[in-house]
């Protein structure tokens, strides 16, 4: 039996890079004042459906959605903003304090095609923040991923980031964009074609380099910010300035999602060939409401935690969790302390092993050596009749007898 395409086993050897990531996000987000939220990976296919924008990526080709045995359309979560929308509409979080602000990791699914980097069960790490409109808070969300990656050591990555209006100037730039796209239909993929009644904005976005070549010059939702979202924009880049962030204003960028408005980014590396963006973010301040809440501002972020955890492993080797202690038992007597020791050792956070099968000496220390241990304890025949066993440190070689009068775990 194989694992489906697309998705994989995490395995031992590579799980300390993810839960050092997930450490260092965890202390940041608490910081930051976050708080964990943890949202089912199955919802109604409308959910996602209303909030991603039924003409996006994700919808119309990436989602696994399926009837369950009454019927009901289903869909595994491609994203997590769309489940935290709803939750936080479902619980009227807002009606006792609308300013919430969550983060979450855990899986997600999309149907693409897998390589490098992309999978069809990937995992996120994901903050959202609700009620506030202000543009620091756009700039804090950067400033946190820029300090997150800052302390897991991360280079060479750099922030884009753009505006992309609000319904005050969106109808402005959709008309000029609508003009401009006219004059390049000859050179539009089928699928931009088709986009281009239903949504406009989303051939911005397509991957297609012969699209790519005809909108190079398309016009920007930067020229056509209404006066509110212009300012708005300049504090979020003044602010990100002064607190040292790297970023560049990049007009391109639309996202692939419906529901930004305004300051919408994405994190860079140059690291990851094609799959390039480890973090993509935006706020979405129309979405609540959609969704059937009151009015309410919102933006948030998701970390590619599999690209992410790549970029880390370019870099360092992964680290092996560290053994402290190997017990060399030989015999049974032997044997039977051994088992205790490492029971009570254990219990009170020393990490051991031993070996039940009746090795020799020779075999176990080879084990010891190969499981890293940083002390090997030998508990022989002749060392138990005189009360003793041997302490040996593996790094200096350094080898002293204890008698078990001296075990304080004992
Ligand atoms: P891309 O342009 O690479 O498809 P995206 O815009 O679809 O990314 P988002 O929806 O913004 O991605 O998700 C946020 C982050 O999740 C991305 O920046 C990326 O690091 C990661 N991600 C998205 N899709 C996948 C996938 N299929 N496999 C692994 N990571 C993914
Ligand atoms: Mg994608």
Redesign the pocket.
Known sequence: MQTIR?FRDILPETISLWQKVEKEATQLFEAFGFKEIRIPVLEKTELFARSIGEAT??VEK?MYTFADRKGDKLTLR??ATASIVRSYVQHKMYASDPVRKFFMTGP?F?R?R?QK????Q???IDAEVFGIDSPYMDSQLIFILHELFKRLGLTGLSAHINSLGCPECRPSFQSALLKFLESRKDRLCENCLRRMDKNPLRIL?C?MSECKDALTDAPSTLDHLCPVCKDHFETVKRTLETQGVDFMVDKTLV???DYYTRTAW??QTTTLGA???????GRYDGLVAELGGPPTPAIG????????VEVLEQMEAPLEPPLDLFIVSLGDAAVEKAYFWSCELNRKGVSTELDFRGKSMKALMKRADKLKAGHVLIAGENELAQNTVLLRNMATTEQVSLTLDHLVWI
């Open positions: 697309g990526d994700i990436e491609p994203e997600m999309r693409e897998p980097g992309r999978y069809r990937f995992y996120q976005d991957k996202r692939g999602l994405e994190i799959q390039s963006s480890v973090a993509g973010g972020f998701a970390i590619g935690f599999d690209r992410l």
